[in-house]
């Protein structure tokens, strides 16, 4: 049965810090076809589930945060045994996402942050507002949640499970990337990779805009590279 009030997810993302990164291999700028934090961050567009087809499919909340709605489905979680840069924790598995639920478009960005806590903890602060805010912890995470729910009483927040963020950034997608496979492994020579992410190849060690490149095809942006995400759910390899 489908959730006639499905929930509102948003991307609370971080500063790889160095307990992060004994977790997650990558940086600020790294990328890749299952790219989350293990501590945590549709096979159908999101116009075409017809249980659901009366809900609207964007909206924007009262801070500016624009989510799109992502239906539910099957996919497979988890990465082929041969795929370059994969991890033994990969292993797949199929997933069925049991009801819809929107997810913000893009990552949260400084100007977001600030509206809701009143600070900005970002170490790349002269990024502008429109950069993603980093150097939060999971427990920051939780914090802003609760405060954009006390000002936003209408709609229930939280971050997407570790399965729900691999779903929407997969896309309907079986390949490393949303958009496709690997092209060239030397650098900023992947015309596949660096139409979709900033990653070590081409951010310059910092990161950039939300939303400067393409978006997969739910649209939503900057789901490999640009900065790391938060999950909410813990990692559990018996599920993996």
């Given at each position: 049965m489908i959730d006639k009030q499905p929930r509102l997810i948003i991307f609370l993302v971080f500063m790889t810090?160095?307990?992060v990164q004994w977790l997650y291999?990558?940086?600020?700028?790294?990328?890749?076809?299952?790219?989350?934090?293990v501590a945590e961050n549709l096979s159908n567009t999101v116009t075409n589930?017809?249980?659901?087809?009366?809900?609207?499919?964007?909206?924007?909340?009262?801070?500016?945060?624009?989510?799109?709605?992502?239906?539910r489905g099957k996919f497979i979680m988890g990465s082929p045994s041969k795929e370059?840069?994969?991890?033994?924790?990969?292993?797949q598995n199929e997933v069925f996402i049991q009801k819809p639920f929107y997810i913000q478009m893009t990552e949260v960005t400084q100007?977001?942050?600030v509206e809701v806590m009143g600070d900005n903890p970002s170490v790349f602060s002269e990024c502008g507002e429109d950069c993603p805010v980093e150097n939060v912890s999971w427990v920051d995470a939780q914090h802003f949640i609760k405060k954009l729910s006390q000002m936003d009483?209408?709609?229930?927040y939280r971050l997407p499970t570790e399965a729900e963020w691999e779903?929407?950034?997969?896309?309907?997608?079986?390949?490393?990337?949303?958009?496709?496979?690997?092209?060239?492994?030397?650098?900023?020579?992947?015309?596949?990779?660096?139409?979709?992410?900033?990653?070590?190849?081409?951010?310059?060690?910092?990161t950039h805009p939300v939303a400067q490149k393409s978006p997969n095809r739910w649209g939503v942006y900057d789901m490999h590279g640009n900065v790391s995400e938060w999950c909410q759910d813990v990692y559990l390899s018996l599920i993996h």
């Amino acid at each position: 049965m489908i959730d006639k009030q499905p929930r509102l997810i948003i991307f609370l993302v971080f500063m790889t810090t160095l307990v992060v990164q004994w977790l997650y291999s990558g940086d600020v700028s790294s990328a890749g076809g299952g790219e989350k934090n293990v501590a945590e961050n549709l096979s159908n567009t999101v116009t075409n589930d017809p249980e659901t087809s009366h809900q609207k499919t964007v909206f924007k909340n009262l801070v500016g945060m624009q989510f799109v709605r992502i239906p539910r489905g099957k996919f497979i979680m988890g990465s082929p045994s041969k795929e370059p840069g994969r991890t033994i924790f990969e292993a797949q598995n199929e997933v069925f996402i049991q009801k819809p639920f929107y997810i913000q478009m893009t990552e949260v960005t400084q100007g977001q942050w600030v509206e809701v806590m009143g600070d900005n903890p970002s170490v790349f602060s002269e990024c502008g507002e429109d950069c993603p805010v980093e150097n939060v912890s999971w427990v920051d995470a939780q914090h802003f949640i609760k405060k954009l729910s006390q000002m936003d009483s209408s709609s229930h927040y939280r971050l997407p499970t570790e399965a729900e963020w691999e779903f929407v950034c997969r896309s309907d997608s079986s390949t490393a990337f949303s958009n496709g496979n690997f092209v060239s492994f030397e650098c900023d020579k992947d015309s596949v990779l660096n139409e979709i992410a900033w990653y070590h190849c081409n951010s310059q060690s910092k990161t950039h805009p939300v939303a400067q490149k393409s978006p997969n095809r739910w649209g939503v942006y900057d789901m490999h590279g640009n900065v790391s995400e938060w999950c909410q759910d813990v990692y559990l390899s018996l599920i993996h």
